[in-house]
């Protein structure tokens, strides 16, 4: 069963960058759709952005014009590129696919951004 590693995480500044990697191990992942989600303490687990095997990217509105997704098959990769970070982006992120059934959750990355 494919599973997820995330990485990428940090801290960093109001209006900084960070570019958050996901890797898949098992066969199959060109096909599907991955997404990006995040976890804040507190809160439940949101997906906040998806490309499916075409490319085609979908983005929740808070994240929309600065969050990028991407993703490449030949590494069995998924990125997302995040800019203009706010604190409210502070969360857990993970990844996996956007609606049931799911793969099992990798352990996420941090991502910290102080005012």
């Known amino acids: 069963q494919m599973q997820f590693v995330e990485s990428g995480g940090g801290l960093v500044q109001l209006g900084g960058s960070l570019r958050l990697s996901c890797v898949g191990s098992g066969s199959g992942f060109s096909t599907y759709t991955m997404g990006w989600f995040r976890q804040a303490p507190g809160e439940r687990r949101d997906v906040v952005a998806q490309?499916?095997?075409?490319?085609?990217?979908h983005y929740v509105g808070s994240v929309k014009g600065r969050f990028t997704i991407s993703r490449d098959n030949a590494k069995n990769m998924v990125y997302l590129q995040m800019d203009n970070l706010k604190p409210e982006d502070t969360a857990v992120y993970y990844c996996?696919?956007?609606?049931?059934?799911?793969?099992?959750w990798g352990q996420g990355t941090q991502v910290t951004v102080s005012s």
């Open positions: 996996n696919l956007p609606t049931e059934p799911r793969r099992s």
């Open positions: 490309i499916n095997s075409a490319g085609t990217t």
